[in-house]
């Protein structure tokens, strides 16, 4: 396996994480909004935005929070298995 994916590597991770509420791919949804290789560290930063898919209902945020951690799991299961990356960090900014 290479050291760090390639881009369309990266999209066919993207469609193969799957947000339960709608069945579409986070490549699909557009919520990836950025990525970046920090190499001095061999760290992943991936930008989601998770906003506009969390409720605005008070009781429901444990819920969207648990249902992102499915997916920020998901990707990083997939991602860490090559060489190159050692850390991934997911931010919503």
């Known amino acids: 396996m290479p050291l760090i994916p390639t881009e369309a590597e990266i999209v066919d991770i993207l469609k193969d994480v799957k947000d ?23 760290t992943l930063v991936i930008n989601i935005d998770f906003r506009r898919r969390t409720p605005s209902c008070a009781a429901c945020a444990p819920l969207a929070w648990f249902v992102q951690k499915g997916i920020t799991d998901g990707l990083s299961r997939e991602l860490l298995r090559y060489r190159g990356i050692e850390h991934i960090e997911f931010t919503d900014r």
């Open 20 to 42: 339960p509420e709608t069945g579409n791919s986070l490549y699909d949804l557009g919520m990836v909004r950025y990525m970046d290789y920090r190499v001095e560290d061999r």
